[in-house]
């Protein structure tokens, strides 16, 4: 988890894989890649085994783009599919218990942080919604109250996609499922009203319709974890399986529930504005020659 344990050692090239020998040389490691510079440098996931036209893989590729340091990075998460892509990536993996995500988080974010006082390692919670706000919800409530600098990111597909289409507390009211054939009774729950509650420095609430714009609010909402406090980013990721939705309609699908219900918002607090102008300002100060 840093650029010595990625690095190969002198000698060892042309032992390892080609894949591995084009990450280190060609990868994002040590310096900042944008969504427009996808396909000049070797992406953190490439290969998975999740369905044709996932918009969740898609959402996870353009998160890892835009993690400020990969380099220094644990991902968090639990059974779900969104586990089965971000398992493959070059980035350490915990996979905790159903529903303990944000309370492992919390302890190894305090660990890092006196085992590496002078380093940021940032910790990332990535999660579906049943893992986080169904069986995960205690665990996720008390980290954001007692403020653990960490983001939670949840992959909402709204339904069990993982386990055969049962209803979850982010499916909308009225849905009929193979798991659920009278239709949800109750409305999709408020997460973002609660973490407005909790008080967190950054919320926002994404479809992956702009790649840009997924990468640069992940940037945002870890750089802000480092030293302000939790943040998290609710992101409409369909399980075209589960709503049968065509692999050549996914993105329309985002288009549409983008537009009707799921349009693009963030939140932040004015400390974090401040923090986030201060980077900006320290980035664009000429290095001495």
């Not at 992959?155 to 009278?182: F, R």
């Not at 943040?231 to 399980?239: D, E, F, L, M, V």
């Not at 996914?250 to 693009?264: C, L, S, T």
Request: net charge positive; charged share 25%.
């Amino acid at each position: 988890m840093s650029l010595n344990t990625i690095k190969i050692a002198e000698g060892f090239s042309h032992f390892m894989p080609k894949e591995y020998v084009d990450l280190v040389e060609k990868g994002p490691y040590g310096r900042t890649v944008k969504v427009s510079d996808m396909g000049s440098f070797k992406e953190i996931l490439e290969e998975h085994p999740m369905c044709a036209g996932c918009a969740m893989t898609l959402f996870i590729r353009l998160t890892m783009i835009g993690f400020p340091s990969p380099e220094n990075t644990i991902i968090i998460g639990t059974a779900g599919c969104g586990r089965l892509a971000i398992s493959q990536a070059n980035i350490p993996f915990i996979y905790g218990n159903y529903g303990d995500t944000n309370a492992v988080a919390s302890g190894l974010k305090r660990g890092l942080s006196i085992r590496h006082p002078d380093q940021p390692k940032d910790v990332v919670v990535m999660a579906g919604d049943g893992g986080l706000v169904d069986i995960g919800f205690s665990p996720l409530m008390h980290s954001w109250f007692r403020k653990e600098k960490f983001t939670t990111i949840m992959l909402d597909n709204e339904v069990y996609g993982n386990t055969g289409g049962q209803e979850s507390g982010m499916t909308t009211k009225g849905m009929v499922l193979k798991m659920a054939p009278l239709g949800k009774k109750f409305e999709k729950m408020d997460v973002i009203g609660l973490a407005k509650t909790a008080g967190l420095s950054y919320i926002a609430r994404i479809a992956p319709t702009n790649p840009t714009r997924v990468a640069n609010t992940v940037r945002k909402a870890v750089l802000i974890a480092r030293e302000i406090g939790p943040t998290y980013i609710q992101a409409y990721t369909s399980c075209n399986i589960e709503y049968a939705i065509p692999t050549a309609k996914v993105m329309d699908d985002a288009r549409n529930v983008e537009k009707e219900r799921y349009g693009f918002m963030e939140i932040i607090s004015d400390e974090a504005k401040e923090y986030l102008a201060r980077i900006d300002k320290e980035a664009k100060k000429p290095v001495p020659a």
